[in-house]
């Protein structure tokens, strides 16, 4: 089993930048790939960005540019800069982990996940 906890959300303007942390209770073949959903209120859960133990890293198309994930493997962790953010970015944000390190958008193809934190960003 694998626990995953965020931190680094708040509130922020528009045009403002977060970071945002997962830290994984250890390190498995469970964590060959981290990534990051997020939920905006009355929406679906979408994809944001995912990265293998490799450094390869995927995005959603929307969030290219403006974000940027990154790991540190030594430290069971993985991280989301976003940049030049949105009231439209405001969500739960969830970081999730699965094996492999094959690319997947789908939630359904990750099998732990973190509890979320909450972004807001102000216009």
């Known amino acids: 089993q694998v626990q995953l906890v965020e931190s680094g959300g708040g509130s922020v303007q528009a045009g403002g930048s977060l970071r945002l942390s997962c830290a994984a209770s250890?390190?498995?073949?469970?964590?060959?790939?981290m990534g990051w959903f997020r939920q905006a209120p009355g929406k679906e859960r979408e994809f944001v960005a995912a990265?293998?133990?490799?450094?390869?890293?995927n995005y959603a198309d929307s969030m290219k540019g403006r974000f940027t994930i990154s790991r540190d493997n030594a430290k069971n962790t993985v991280y989301l800069q976003m940049n030049s953010l949105k009231p439209e970015d405001t969500a739960v944000y969830t970081c999730?982990?699965?094996?492999?390190?094959?690319?997947?958008?789908?939630?359904?193809?990750?099998?732990?996940w973190g509890q979320g934190t909450q972004v807001t960003v102000s216009s």
């Open positions: 999730a982990a699965r094996d492999g390190y094959t690319h997947s958008r789908l939630a359904a193809a990750f099998a732990y």
């Open positions: 250890r390190r498995t073949f469970s964590t060959n790939t």
């Open positions: 990265i293998n133990d490799y450094g390869n890293t």
